[in-house]
């Protein structure tokens, strides 16, 4: 069941991309990994490859916007390297909580962002 699930996380996040780290760390946590660290590693290896498979396929069906996919990738291969370069040198349980305390602020976000507005019409 967890490897079903993680490749349903492989298409969701070769597509959107939004929480692909998150939802990598819960399948894998679900596959029964519990080093914080190892399970970053291991996010990082299979995202960088979902990512390169997604590129290739969207490159092939002519879809990239060239100008803002150069400013997207130096922003994201500053945040793998600062990404790594930190989450090494702190506790593991700061890792844990900062993982969780990310993914529940931009959920409480995004939700608000959708039907916030809505509520008060």
């Keep these: ?70 400013v997207m990738t130096v922003g994201a291969l500053g945040g793998y390297f600062i990404g790594a370069h930190f989450s090494q040198r702190i506790p593991r349980e700061w890792v844990r909580r900062s993982i969780t305390g990310i993914g529940l602020a931009i959920s409480i976000y995004t939700f608000w962002k959708q039907f916030g507005g809505s509520w008060h019409r």
């Excluded at 819960?26 to 399970?39: C, K, N, R």
């Design 1 to 70: 069941m967890a490897i079903v699930f993680q490749f349903a996380v492989a298409l969701y996040g070769g597509y959107f991309g939004a929480g692909i780290g998150i939802l990598m760390l819960a399948s894998l946590g679900f596959i029964g990994f519990t080093d914080i660290h190892e399970m970053n590693a291991l996010k990082n290896l299979l995202s960088s490859l979902i990512n390169a498979v997604a590129t290739v396929w969207f490159i092939g069906a002519g879809l990239i916007d060239w100008p803002k996919a150069g």
